[in-house]
Antibody, heavy 121, light 110 residues
Framework: EVQLVQAGAEVKKPGESLKISCKGS????????IAWVRQMPGKGLEWMGI????????RYSPPFQGQVTMSVDQSMNTAYLQWRSLRASDTAIYYC??????????????WGQGTLVTVSS | QSVLTQPPSVSAAPGQKVTISCSGS????????LSWYQQLPGTAPKLLIY???KRPSGIPDRFTVSKSGTSGTLGITGLQTGDEADYYC???????????FGGGTKLSVL
């Protein structure tokens, strides 16, 4: 089955670090772009950025540049989203989504189930 | 403030038709493919329409789209209570070099 499976919910304190995962299966993981999308409580979808697992080429949306780091482990067919120092405003559901094989600008046809990140003291 | 503009909410009765608009500019909708996503309550988004007017397998033809210049419209006919969801448009913006989503439209089937 073609799917993206994300890690379970996380509860962290402000200032802590975090790395969440998105594992692809059932397709050639290295050949499709993977995007990360934030959804804050009761709000809409925000595109954070995108990474190409084949060569780790990455593009960040300006509000998220320098705030998060996207990476991949090709051997594990897994993409990661990482924070060095969490803030309460990072509380949200984070989705990974599969993009196109060839173009960075096409639709997202496969979505992970989302990871809820709660940051609270 | 989203780059793509959608109405916050729309509503219609079961069996009726509803349309959801998505307005952008020449650097996004005007020059790239538009796609639409459905997010049922408590679930992840799902691709509904891509390449302006194509449906993934399993998406019924009750969902239609049109695109003209810098705007697109999603139409849903034969509304069902199961269509109650948030709907988002999205596309690449060639000037910003990022993907952009609309703010989302909440559909209520009364």
């Amino acid at each position: 089955e073609v799917q993206l499976v994300q890690a379970g919910a996380e509860v962290k304190k402000p200032g802590e670090s975090l790395k969440i995962s998105c594992k692809g299966s059932g397709y050639n993981f290295n050949s499709y772009w993977i995007a990360w999308v934030r959804q804050m409580p009761g709000k809409g979808l925000e595109w954070m950025g995108i990474i190409y697992p084949g060569d780790s080429e990455t593009r960040y949306s300006p509000p998220f540049q320098g705030q998060v780091t996207m990476s991949v482990d090709q051997s594990m067919n897994t993409a990661y989203l990482q924070w060095r120092s969490l803030r309460a405003s990072d509380t949200a559901i984070y989705y990974c989504a599969r993009g196109d094989e060839s173009s960075i600008s096409y639709e997202y046809d496969l979505w992970g189930q989302g990871t809820l990140v709660t940051v609270s003291s | 403030q989203s780059v793509l503009t959608q109405p916050p909410s729309v509503s219609a009765a079961p069996g009726q038709k509803v349309t959801i608009s998505c307005s952008g500019s020449g650097s996004n909708i005007g020059s790239n493919y538009l796609s639409w996503y459905q997010q049922l309550p408590g679930t992840a988004p799902k691709l509904l329409i891509y390449d302006n007017n194509k449906r993934p397998s399993g998406i019924p033809d009750r969902f239609t789209v049109s695109k003209s210049g810098t705007s697109g419209t999603l139409g849903i006919t034969g509304l069902q209570t199961g269509d109650e969801a948030d709907y988002y448009c999205g596309t690449w913006d060639s000037s910003l070099n990022i993907w952009v989503f609309g703010g989302g439209t909440k559909l209520s089937v009364l």
